[in-house]
């Protein structure tokens, strides 16, 4: 009996250590035998994670990990991140300032198209120089050198003669806009100076700039007003 008990529990012991179940053991010591088939015990495997489709993130799988909670918390910085970037390149500040001039229209418009000796007679221009020939015209563009500025290259693109013109330029990821606009007021003119600004460094940077800006406008303009009166 006890070898017929050995002899069973080696068989069970071949049995679990193969991977085999639904065999009983021996019973009656050893003389009759389980006859129902053999079955093999299942091995669960994990399926590889399949890569990810066009578009997906790995947040959007559900996991359940800390893993998946730190991706999502980083792609949200990132959404958010991107729209503060967004909105600020759109932002646009615009600064103006308007003086009474005591001479006629076209007296200040002569002063105003002869835009290469300007730095004759306002502080916020260096240097100016002309790109083309011809009269001062849309398509006309000029190096314009400003106190505390790179030098820029400005483009005429818009002008009603006598009366207004627009340039632009753009430097250091600012967009700028000036116009000089006249208008007839009594038996003088009325000039504004008109400055736009666009884009991510000009909103980051409008705060330290703005009263300069100003500054700068009226003294182009009071410039203006003096010179024009000279001449008449």
């Not at 500040?93 to 006629?104: G, L, M, S, T, Y």
């Not at 002569?110 to 300007?118: H, L, P």
């Amino acid at each position: 009996m006890a070898v017929l008990a050995r002899l069973a529990a080696d068989r069970r012991q071949v049995y679990v250590s193969t991977g085999w179940e639904g065999m009983r053991a021996p019973h009656g010591g050893g003389e009759q035998n389980d006859t129902r088939p053999l079955q093999r015990q299942r091995v669960s495997k994990q399926k590889p994670t399949p890569a990810l489709t066009s578009g997906e993130k790995p947040y959007m799988r559900r996991r359940g990990s800390r893993c998946s909670s730190l991706c999502r918390g980083r792609e949200t910085q990132r959404l958010a991140a991107r729209v503060v970037q967004n909105r600020l390149t759109g932002y646009q500040v615009k600064a103006e300032n308007v003086i009474h001039i005591d001479v006629p229209r076209s007296v200040v418009w002569s002063v105003t198209k002869d835009i290469e000796r300007w730095p004759e007679w306002t502080p916020t221009v260096a240097s100016i120089n002309r790109l083309d020939d011809g009269p001062f015209r849309v398509g006309s563009s000029a190096l314009i050198k400003q106190p505390g500025l790179p030098e820029a290259r400005w483009f005429v693109t818009e002008m009603s003669p006598g009366s207004r013109f627009t340039w632009k330029t753009r430097t250091r990821g600012i967009r700028m806009m000036a116009s000089h606009e006249l208008a007839d007021s009594g038996p003088g003119t009325e000039s504004l100076l008109r400055l736009e600004m666009s884009g991510l460094v000009a909103a980051l940077l409008w705060p330290l700039i703005r009263s300069s800006v100003r500054r700068s406008l009226e003294q182009e303009n009071s410039g203006l007003k003096a010179r024009s009166e000279s001449q008449s």
